[in-house]
């Protein structure tokens, strides 16, 4: 597993590792049962705090990613992935939704923000 650290992101280390696993999850790089590496390998791995790694694996296991089995280590957990299907979409529309208020406010139209999702979404 790669885990890559940017030091120029505005995010928080513990959020970027915790970002990165989630995908490599979602996207089956990790499967189920997979073990990860133990908080302080990972940590000398990626040159960082045992703590800010303790901290990623441990928003995981809340979020319901991973399991730690102690004396064993942290393991993918079952996913269910029309619950993280159904959050994601949760969150969007929040997001979605602070966008169009923000639109709203300074007289854009909706085709003005229609067309913007558009070229948003081409562009990937």
């Known amino acids: 597993?790669?885990?890559y650290i940017s030091n120029s992101s505005p995010k928080?280390?513990?959020?970027?590792?915790?970002d990165q696993i989630r995908a490599a999850i979602f996207d089956g790089r990790l499967k189920e049962?997979?073990?990860?590496?133990s908080i302080r390998l990972l940590a000398k791995e990626l040159?960082?705090?045992?703590?800010t790694t303790k901290r990623a694996y441990e928003d995981l296991e809340k979020a319901g990613f991973i399991n730690t089995v102690p004396g064993k280590g942290c393991f993918v957990a079952p996913?269910?992935?029309?619950?993280h299907r159904e959050?994601?979409?949760?969150?969007?529309e929040e997001y979605l939704q602070q966008a169009v208020d923000t639109a709203l406010a300074g007289g854009i139209s909706k085709a003005e923000v229609l067309a913007t999702l558009n070229l948003l979404l081409e562009g990937d």
């Open 1 to 3: 597993m790669e885990i």
């Open 12 to 18: 928080p280390i513990y959020a970027q590792i915790t």
């Open 33 to 37: 049962g997979e073990a990860l590496p």
């Open 47 to 51: 040159r960082i705090s045992v703590i």
């Open 79 to 83: 996913q269910n992935m029309e619950l």
């Open 87 to 92: 959050e994601t979409l949760k969150k969007m």
